[in-house]
């Protein structure tokens, strides 16, 4: 499920029809050593994979959760759902407890920076055709964490790097319109 404008959608269009089947994130920073941008790719946790996840994505203003609830509901298979993958921008840990409780949900995985997904090529790190979901280095530079959210208690877990598939620099670097977020270049 997406909510994006009919101009952003357009761009994202190659990407999130494929995210059904991502496999593998990327971990931005900013080296202090030298200012460049390495991205470390990593393997999904295998919690936010398989064919009982759904994926939702959105650009600016999140609505309510309410209004997130109802369209789940409606439109997305949310009984048959184990995990849920957010790809909205920053700061989404009340919206990701509440709605893993909401479904029962095992995991809800989510960003605490911005997020973008794209299916520009990793080769030689990996010949596939993506998609790949890109988290944005902090402000700082430092690499953002992925955080899962669950339906028990214990609140947030961060996602300690699984399996280190590589390393690639800026070159794959998402385009400032592929980012989940209404500010485009960092703020």
């Keep these: 499920m997406a909510r994006f404008s009919n101009q952003d959608i357009k761009r994202r269009l190659d990407p999130y029809r494929r995210l059904g089947h991502v496999q593998f994130y990327v971990q931005w ?47 997305l298979p949310m009984e048959r759902a184990r995990s849920l993958l957010m790809l909205e921008s920053g700061g989404q840990r009340a919206r990701a407890q509440h709605l893993a409780e909401r479904f029962g949900l095992d995991t809800v995985g989510y960003a605490l920076g911005d997020v973008a997904a794209t299916s520009v090529s990793l080769r030689p790190l990996y010949d596939g055709p993506g998609p790949f979901i890109h988290l944005r280095e902090s402000s700082s530079g430092e690499p953002m964490p992925l955080l899962l959210a669950h339906h028990y208690e ?20 998402p385009h400032p319109d592929d980012w989940n977020t209404d500010h485009g270049e960092y703020r």
């Design 154 to 173: 214990g609140g947030p877990t961060r996602v300690f790097p699984g399996e280190l598939v590589g390393e690639i620099d800026e070159r794959h670097y």
């Design 29 to 75: 920073e900013r080296r202090r050593s030298d200012g460049q941008l390495v991205g470390r790719v990593y393997e999904l946790p295998q919690v936010l994979t398989g064919l009982q996840r759904v994926v939702y994505a959105g650009r600016g203003p999140a609505p309510s959760l309410n209004t997130d609830v109802r369209r789940m509901a409606d439109y």
